[in-house]
């Protein structure tokens, strides 16, 4: 792996990330919101909260995404629909294993398939563009 593709492997997976806890985010205003609004004193509180889980989720897909990233690199993956399934399955994956409620199940799903396409869109078409 090149440093060109090292360095887009790295910037897509930080954004992947960043795009799964936005996701995520918006999930947890709106149910705040639905559930009787939100206070201006809870912002502060929230962005706490939000940056967190954006360390979290940093730090818990790091291992996987490496793996992953480095497997697509080396057989040549370069489909939207492989690196869209992986992140999905990723979400999936610690839904199950977190025993996360069904209503957050699908949220960390639907986080993952959003993070799966911020990959491809920043890392490999990238690559396969230039």
Known sequence: MSDVDLSLAIKGWFLAVAAAMLVLSI??????????????S????????????????????????????????????????VFAGFGTALGRLFAFVFKAPPAFTWQLTA??????????????????TR
């Open 27 to 40: 999930f947890a205003v709106a149910d705040i919101v639905r559930h009787g609004g939100i206070e201006l």
């Open 42 to 81: 809870l912002i502060p509180w929230a962005f706490t909260v939000f940056s967190f889980i954006f360390f979290f989720i940093f730090l818990l897909t790091a291992v996987p995404s490496a793996i992953f990233i480095w497997i697509a690199y080396r057989l040549g993956l370069k489909y939207f629909i």
């Open 111 to 128: 986080a993952g398939l959003v993070a799966g396409i911020t990959y491809w869109l920043v890392a490999v078409r990238a690559r396969h």
